[in-house]
């Protein structure tokens, strides 16, 4: 596989990704992102653990869906995140019926 291949297998991976994210966006409440990951999510905790100097952030996610393009189940029941840099988390505007 040359590296054209590659790049080329990426780019269709992240489209199809892009494209599944516009399907499922409207059965989600939130979006909520970290640095390492982009997530939609019924139900957000933000919780802060510790008052260090550096404070350490754990967010709990149900009812989630991963951005995620190596994934091959990105719907999750439960996620865990802890981390010391910003969290995000947006409401979404409630889907028109």
Known sequence: ????DLENYEAER???LAQEYQDVAA????AVETERRFYLAN???VT???DAARPLIEVVLTDA???DMYRKTRFVPR???LTFKDVNVEE???AEI
């Open 1 to 4: 596989m040359s590296s054209d």
């Open 43 to 45: 139900n957000v905790e």
């Open 14 to 16: 992240e489209l199809q």
């Open 79 to 81: 996620v865990r995140v």
């Open 27 to 30: 059965m989600f409440r939130y």
């Open 92 to 94: 979404l505007p409630a």
């Open 65 to 67: 869906w991963v951005w």
């Open 48 to 50: 802060h653990v510790s």
